[in-house]
């Protein structure tokens, strides 16, 4: 069809109304939000105005009074700011979405503490969502100014005239909808005001009590508050909550302003890693808890303040998330949380480490996900370790409930570079590791006694930290204790002693085929080696950790338990002299009657004993096994008291 006409689609003011009053904002109670922005930039403007030398009169006290009249059931906010001209009304007011900060702060060139709120001219308008009736009445600061009153009930008809007025300033008044009256109740304009006008900077009545705290922390310089300043604005934010380890104030005011106060807590186990705690603020105002699209999801743990007039808030989540500015700010917050972290390290050691566990879960989480952070943290990223790399607490300053524990005794921390750089010569490329220090004890003893270092890995997130690691190092081998028997354990230059000259087999051979035979298991590899070390235990199961980490994410992902893996090596100690005695008494020549020998019977129940003993250091029992264990137990017991009294 060929083109028949062209134009402009009209859009007509009559149907903004019914948009405004039902969708400008789905939360109805943000008009007080609004309102009372506004008074503070009439009141902000007027000291501008004043400090311009424009108007030489008197500025007054600033505040902003709300009255709240059951009888009339109007709600009105009053401040003695720059007020308006019957000019201005009509183009500020009556132009609907025609704001004048612009132009405000263009022709004054506000500084970056005088910022100006309202940028959209649309949040008067709000008020339309809770009012029937809305009233102006204002008187310019201006000379030879006249007041005026201006109304509207919410249709594109409004009426303008003359007001009785002395007072230089604005009063809104607003005669609100019948479903609206909560608004006429104290209590909840007081709640109303600690939600989003708390850190205004003027002081907010209502009636004659102040009712915000004015002071926003956050806008104050650093060097101007004390720690117990810090901890105060926390505990006014997050009441009942345990104290933040530590905090980083962020003062930026290039190439984007933002400022905060970021804490951070102590982190509890059950934290929600997708929602955020920290509050998002315009220019002292609330806007609100959902931060998570402004910073970057391994911070959302942290709590405190963030406030930009750089972030676009009054748009979609989506849209939030694409903007340069929001992810430049993003970048930059991340930036200064690391910076913080690194200066702690470097000036406070000793509260790195107390903190380390909550610090810990923060820091290798961040690496995780975000990669810069990653570079910026890893040199302070650190493991407890079973070398002693002399105290990193000078002495004395060990407190109760420190980890390095009451004797004064520092635990060594140290990153996983100085642990391949000082471990080069002994195994070069090799991290041992513990996940659990009381169930790994002995593996732990082993290779300490050996001279060999191991890292505790123990922290509730290592188990995703140990496959990132191997990522980022991808020629180290990371072997969790149990998985493998270092060669330095091994005692090699033991000769493999043949002692049944009919059969050819070692001592070795006979050990391990007795285990086989007693313990009957067939999914049981029996391993045997001469162990170094008097310590050594007589055996040990190890685990292989490539089958280990399969049944661990296989657990994960059915969100079960972690089963005990069926696949595993019984390493028996063919240096223990417990089980040099166990070939002898297999071989004994206590021949009963038909059938085994008791001697040999003895054997068996003992091979299953140093089973039970390995595999309780490991795992500990199920039921059953408990209860074979310690049937097995008195039997023993009994034989050897039966010996003891022959
Ligand atoms: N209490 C007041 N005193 C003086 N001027 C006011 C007052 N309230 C509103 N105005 C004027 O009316 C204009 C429009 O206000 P409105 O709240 O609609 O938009 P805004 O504050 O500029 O932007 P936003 O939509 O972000 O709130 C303001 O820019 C200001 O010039």
Not at 191 to 204: A, E, G, N, R, S
Not at 623 to 645: C, P, W, Y
């Amino acid at each position: 069809m060929a083109i028949a006409e062209q134009g402009t689609i009209s859009i007509h003011t009559e149907n903004i109304f019914p948009i405004i009053k039902k969708w400008l904002y789905s939360d109805h109670e943000i008009f007080l939000r609004e309102l009372i922005s506004n008074a503070v930039d009439a009141i902000k403007k007027m000291r501008m105005v004043s400090l311009s030398g424009e108007y030489s009169g008197e500025v007054g006290e600033p505040e902003i009074v709300i009255t709240l009249d059951q009888d009339k059931n109007q709600l009105s906010i009053t401040d003695n700011g720059i007020g308006m001209t019957a000019e201005e009304v009509k183009k500020y007011i009556n132009q609907v979405a025609f704001s004048s900060a612009e132009e405000f702060v263009e022709k004054y060139k506000a500084s970056e503490d005088q910022a100006i709120i309202g940028h959209f001219g649309l949040g008067f308008y709000s008020s339309f969502m809770v009012a029937k009736l809305v009233e102006i009445d204002t008187l310019s600061y201006q000379e030879g100014a006249e007041a005026v009153h201006w109304s509207c009930e919410g249709s594109t008809t409004f009426s303008l005239e003359a007001s009785e007025r002395t007072e230089r300033g604005t009063t809104i008044t607003l005669t609100l909808q019948e479903e609206e009256k909560e608004y006429l109740e104290e209590a909840r304009i007081k709640q109303l005001v600690t939600k989003y006008c708390d850190f205004m900077p003027v002081p907010i009545k209502l009636g004659e009590e102040q009712i915000n705290k004015q002071k926003a922390p956050w806008k104050e310089s650093p060097s101007n508050l004390t720690d117990e300043d810090y901890l105060e604005f926390y505990r006014y934010l997050y009441p009942f909550q345990e104290d933040p380890l530590l905090w980083v104030h962020i003062n930026t005011d290039y190439p984007f302003i933002v400022n905060g106060i970021l804490y951070f807590p102590k982190i509890k186990p059950d934290i929600d890693v997708t929602k955020g705690q920290i509050k998002l603020f315009c220019n002292q105002v609330f806007v609100s808890d959902n931060c998570e699209e402004v910073v970057p999801q391994f911070l959302l743990p942290l709590r405190g303040v963030l406030d930009s007039t750089d972030i676009p808030l009054n748009v979609s989540r989506s849209f939030l998330q694409a903007d340069r500015t929001v992810r430049q700010i993003a970048n930059h917050v991340a930036k200064k949380v690391g910076d913080r972290l690194k200066e702690l390290y470097r000036e406070d050691r000793a509260k790195y480490i107390s903190s380390w566990q909550d610090l810990g879960t923060f820091i290798k989480f961040g690496s995780i996900n975000d990669d810069k952070f990653k570079k910026q943290v890893e040199d302070i990223l650190i493991f407890r370790t079973t070398a002693t790399l002399g105290a990193d607490v000078p002495e004395g300053e060990g407190q109760e409930g420190d980890v390095w524990g009451d004797d004064k005794q520092a635990d060594s921390y140290c990153t996983i570079q100085e642990y391949l750089e000082r471990n080069k010569e002994k195994h070069e490329n090799k991290v041992y590791y513990c996940t659990d220090e009381v169930n790994q004890a002995t593996y732990v003893d082993l290779l300490k006694n050996q001279g060999i270092e191991v890292l505790y890995m123990d922290a509730f997130i290592d188990q995703h930290f140990v496959p990132f690691l191997e990522r980022e190092y991808s020629d180290v081998k990371f072997l969790r204790v149990d998985a493998e028997l270092d060669e330095t354990l091994i005692d090699q230059d033991k000769p493999a002693e043949i002692v049944d000259p009919n059969t050819n087999q070692t001592r070795s051979d006979m050990i391990k085929e007795l285990f086989e035979k007693s313990l009957n298991k067939p999914q049981l590899t029996i391993r045997t080696e001469s162990l170094k070390g008097d310590n050594a235990p007589p055996a040990m199961l190890l685990l292989p950790e490539s089958a280990r980490r399969m049944q661990e994410m296989m657990a994960m992902m059915q969100n079960q338990a972690v089963q005990f893996p069926t696949e595993h090596t019984l390493m028996v100690n063919t240096a223990h002299p417990m089980i040099q005695n166990l070939i002898n008494l297999s071989q004994g020549s206590v021949i009963s009657g038909s059938g085994e020998s008791p001697s040999a019977a003895l054997s068996k129940q003992i091979c299953e004993y140093v089973y039970d003993l390995a595999l309780m250091a490991q795992k500990g029992f199920d039921a059953d096994g408990m209860k074979s264990f310690t049937e097995r137990s008195n039997q023993m017991l009994t034989k050897l008291t039966e010996l003891a009294v022959k």
